[in-house]
């Protein structure tokens, strides 16, 4: 009785981790096609959080070193780039782990700029305010992030990628930000300015300890 029971929960559990896996495909869709069914679809409705975002920017990190992999192995075998010469050396693995760690430290950075975007927000108690949405950055880096395809291309054509990704990313947070809490131009670039800062502070003060205690040491 027992399994007959538990079939029809097993089938009910594929069919929403397959609409779940379908709802994340679209998101990432829209985020490039239409922004704006994007952002609706994300901050509207309950079929996603941030843990969601956080598994496609996993899998998007992973994608990335998938494709330096190949790129590795298409330079080698195909361009003939052989380890022999130090110059131009290309190892198997080389850069993988790197650009890993690389967009994932990017979404640490982003959780962090969103944490202080709230902060920032809710100081303005003058306008109509119900409270900021959260994970703003972290939905509009997904273009940043999805360049992470492009590590399959020899250099210097993944860096040009990801510039272009990081400039229509900040477009989009601006976007948002802009048509949702009717911030301009000024006023997102003195949030960045501020950003720019807060991240400064919290650079300097692992950076301290280092030079006290390589000082202490000496």
Known sequence: MLPALNDPIRKSNKVQNLDL???RKQLLKDIFLSPKSAFESYFQKTDLGGRDLF???LNLALLGAL???LGNLI???IFK???IDEESSVGFTQGVI???VFYLLVYF???LTDSFRMYHQMRDKSKDWSGPEPHVFILSFLPFTSTAIFWILPPPFPLLFIGLGFLYSLQLTYVFLSIHHGWSSRDYFFFLLKLILFFLVILSVPLSFYHVIRTALN
């Open 21 to 23: 896996h379908n709802t």
């Open 55 to 57: 598994l496609i920017h």
């Open 67 to 69: 494709m330096k992999f």
């Open 75 to 77: 330079q080698i075998f």
């Open 81 to 83: 780039v052989t380890t």
């Open 98 to 100: 790197s650009i890993f």
């Open 109 to 111: 950075f982003l959780r």
